[in-house]
């Protein structure tokens, strides 16, 4: 295992000192089951980047920090991996956190290890909470530039937020659905995985007051803090469509979108509209059936280059990268790229 790369590499990547993954390459005794899965994670992750590796001058290693569902958080991982070869003009190399669910305490916990074991920069995707701003603001303090993904925190010292205009997001999903609806009376069934996430938030904020200008009265039934995970929006939704059987259309903010789409045919329930956001793997796969209506879709591997361009710039290797919304892009069962 990891033959290939240097231990000093693999010990960088890992976070873990050189004797410890000499000890683990060389299969020596006095070592944990934890520090083992560490620098098998290492090696698969630099053999992921080994284009990266092989370009030589000056390396940064980065930090993907992320709590959202596994489906988002692989896309972005990948987004980040596809970035990397052609960043320049130095060679970039990517360490991952990433995590389904977590506490703010917990989050704060890897912030700080990325603070103690040393980081050139870090891309992060957290709820905004007071003690995830003070983490952050010290990794900033520490030198460690922060860059927010598809979520801000504005209260921190982060370098730049990448990611689309949230408001402008929740406005057009606004749009959509007052469109499909036309007059049909029904309700909205409206899904977030954690109200603490801003963007999720802003999303919301630009739904509510478009719908209000485009379809007054219309309900919105909301459904919160589900992490976005199948498992666990799955009841909620049956709940909900069962209290209400005036709901005929959804707006998701926070995905689990197979679940919801299990709920009302669970209930052999139609609806209308179904708009959601990302094109993962499980929204693809339901936009071709026509499960999903539209996806509100931005370019993943752009916004990982320019957050990563952000990071360049802030250690003075690139000129000033301007900070602007991400492209919003309408994806239908008959445009999917």
Same mark, same amino acid.
């Given at each position: 295992?990891?033959?290939?790369?240097?231990?000093?590499?693999?010990?960088?990547?890992?976070?873990?000192?050189?004797?410890?993954?000499?000890?683990?390459?060389?299969?020596?005794?006095?070592?944990?089951?934890?520090?083992?899965?560490?620098?098998?994670?290492?090696?698969?992750? *630099?053999?992921?980047? &080994?284009?990266?590796?092989? +370009?030589?001058?000056?390396?940064?290693?980065?930090? $993907?920090?992320?709590?959202?569902?596994?489906?988002?958080?692989?896309?972005?991982?990948?987004? *980040?991996?596809?970035?990397?070869?052609?960043?320049?003009?130095?060679?970039l190399r990517a360490r991952f956190d990433l995590s389904e669910t977590a506490s703010a305490a917990e989050i704060v916990a890897t912030?700080?290890?990325?603070?103690?074991?040393?980081?050139?920069?870090?891309?992060?995707?957290?709820?905004? !909470?007071?003690?995830?701003?003070?983490?952050?603001?010290?990794?900033?303090?520490?030198?460690?530039?922060?860059?927010?993904? /598809?979520?801000?925190?504005?209260?921190?010292?982060?370098?730049?937020?990448?990611?689309?205009?949230?408001?402008?997001?929740?406005?057009?999903? &606004?749009?959509?659905?007052?469109?499909? +609806?036309?007059?049909?009376?029904?309700?909205? #069934?409206?899904?977030?995985?954690?109200?603490?996430?801003?963007?999720? !938030?802003?999303?919301?904020?630009?739904?509510?007051?478009?719908?209000?200008?485009?379809?007054?009265?219309?309900?919105?039934?909301?459904?919160?803090?589900?992490?976005? $995970?199948?498992?666990?929006?799955?009841?909620?939704? *049956?709940?909900?469509?069962?209290?209400?059987?005036?709901?005929?259309?959804?707006?998701?903010?926070?995905?689990?979108?197979?679940?919801?789409?299990?709920?009302?045919?669970? #209930?052999?329930?139609?609806?209308?509209?179904?708009?959601?956001?990302?094109?993962? /793997?499980?929204?693809?796969? +339901?936009?071709?059936?026509?499960?999903?209506?539209?996806? #509100?879709?931005?370019? $993943?591997?752009?916004?990982?280059?320019?957050?990563?361009?952000? +990071? $360049?710039?802030?250690?003075?290797?690139?000129?000033?990268?301007?900070?602007?919304?991400?492209?919003?892009?309408?994806?239908?069962?008959?445009?999917?790229?």
């Open positions: 295992m990891g033959r290939q790369h240097r231990v000093r590499d693999i010990a960088v990547q890992a976070g873990l000192s050189e004797t410890t993954v000499d000890r683990v390459l060389n299969g020596r005794a006095g070592v944990s089951a934890r520090a083992r899965r560490q620098v098998e994670q290492a090696v698969h992750d *630099l053999d992921r980047q &080994a284009t990266q590796i092989r +370009l030589g001058g000056r390396t940064l290693v980065v930090d $993907l920090v992320m709590q959202a569902p596994s489906r988002f958080s692989g896309a972005v991982r990948a987004a *980040l991996e596809a970035a990397l070869p052609g960043l320049r003009p130095a060679v912030l700080d290890k990325v603070r103690t074991r040393g980081s050139q920069g870090l891309i992060l995707k957290a709820p905004d !909470e007071p003690e995830v701003v003070e983490a952050v603001d010290r990794l900033v303090a520490a030198g460690i530039p922060v860059v927010t993904l /598809a979520t801000d925190l504005p209260g921190s010292r982060r370098s730049a937020y990448v990611g689309i205009d949230n408001r402008a997001a929740g406005a057009t999903a &606004a749009y959509f659905l007052t469109q499909w +609806l036309g007059d049909d009376p029904g309700g909205v #069934l409206v899904t977030l995985s954690r109200g603490s996430f801003r963007g999720e !938030e802003e999303r919301e904020m630009g739904f509510r007051s478009t719908l209000r200008r485009l379809s007054p009265g219309r309900a919105v039934v909301e459904l919160a803090e589900t992490d976005g $995970l199948d498992t666990t929006i799955h009841g909620q939704a *049956l709940a909900a469509l069962t209290a209400d059987p005036a709901i005929n259309a959804v707006y998701s903010i926070g995905g689990g979108n197979r679940a919801i789409v299990q709920a009302f045919a669970g #209930l052999d329930r139609p609806y209308r509209c179904f708009v959601a956001h990302d094109l993962d /793997a499980d929204n693809l796969a +339901l936009l071709r059936t026509g499960a999903l209506s539209v996806v #509100l879709h931005h370019d $993943l591997p752009a916004d990982l280059h320019r957050a990563c361009q952000h +990071l $360049l710039h802030a250690h003075k290797l690139l000129p000033h990268v301007p900070s602007r919304p991400s492209t919003l892009q309408p994806i239908t069962p008959y445009n999917v790229p």
